[in-house]
């Protein structure tokens, strides 16, 4: 399973992966969180971190790459770590990824937009949910949310690829912290590398889309980040504009 705690670590722009992934080829999805995949020449299942269509990406006979469970009692022996793009790439197809490549960018001081904060805090409560990050400096805060982008269209990110009632209410969470005095940002995480700029998915979830840009009216960052996956790591290739 791909953890921040002990299965990557940073070097550099580089995050390796301490070992590495096993390839496997795509078979079908199963439900929400399991896809089915052929390793070794035996069927096998392996959980999806990641709630979205992937449309594009979950293609039978897809050549892929998964990780052994952590756990040996877990019903899913493998982890589904990454797929071929549609264009011959990898994507990582771990929502809970950006997360932590947010996190160590920020370590490492290389997000211009947020080199006056000193202290980064994770899973900060607000109200009955939780926001990703809390970053702190002498003078001030921001609220950031982190939101996984794998869907590409000839060079345009887009999210989301499904409808986020969820992403919804974080949204609001960001304008209604704004509204109050603090700094709130909105990052958008590439994870792939053929990206040159994100848009929301207005076809996807209109409304998302329109509180996006309600969003940036009031003041809240819009910001967006794309990394390069390959099956040693993933590495840090900086910002790429957002176009509302």
């Not at 770590?81 to 990824?97: F, N, V």
């Not at 996984?148 to 209410?169: M, N, W, Y």
């Amino acid at each position: 399973m791909l953890r921040s705690d002990n299965s990557i670590w940073a070097y550099g722009h580089k995050m390796k992966f301490k070992t590495l992934p096993i390839q496997a080829v795509f078979l079908k999805r199963l439900n929400r969180f399991s896809v089915q995949v052929r390793l070794n020449g035996r069927i096998e299942e392996a959980h999806l971190p990641n709630s979205g269509r992937l449309g594009e990406l979950l293609v039978q006979e897809r050549r892929c790459y998964v990780f052994p469970a952590d756990n040996p009692i877990r019903k899913t022996r493998y982890d589904l770590a990454m797929i071929e793009t549609p264009e011959g790439g990898l994507t990582s197809t771990d929502a809970r990824l950006p997360n932590t490549l947010f996190r160590e960018a920020f370590d490492r001081n290389q997000l211009a937009a947020f080199q006056h904060y000193s202290r980064i805090d994770h899973e900060v409560p607000y109200e009955k949910s939780r926001l990703d990050f809390r970053l702190s400096g002498s003078n001030s805060s921001c609220y950031v949310e982190v939101k996984s982008v794998t869907l590409v269209q000839e060079g345009t990110a887009l999210f989301p690829d499904a409808p986020t009632l969820r992403g919804i209410k974080h949204l609001n969470h960001l304008m209604a912290l704004k509204k109050s005095g603090h700094e709130s940002a909105v990052v958008f995480w590439v994870q792939r590398d053929d990206a040159i700029r994100v848009r929301p998915h207005h076809t996807s979830d209109p409304v998302f889309s329109n509180t996006l840009n309600a969003c940036a009216n009031q003041g809240v960052r819009v910001l967006a980040y794309k990394s390069r996956v390959t099956v040693e790591g993933l590495e840090f290739m900086g910002e790429i504009p957002v176009k509302l």
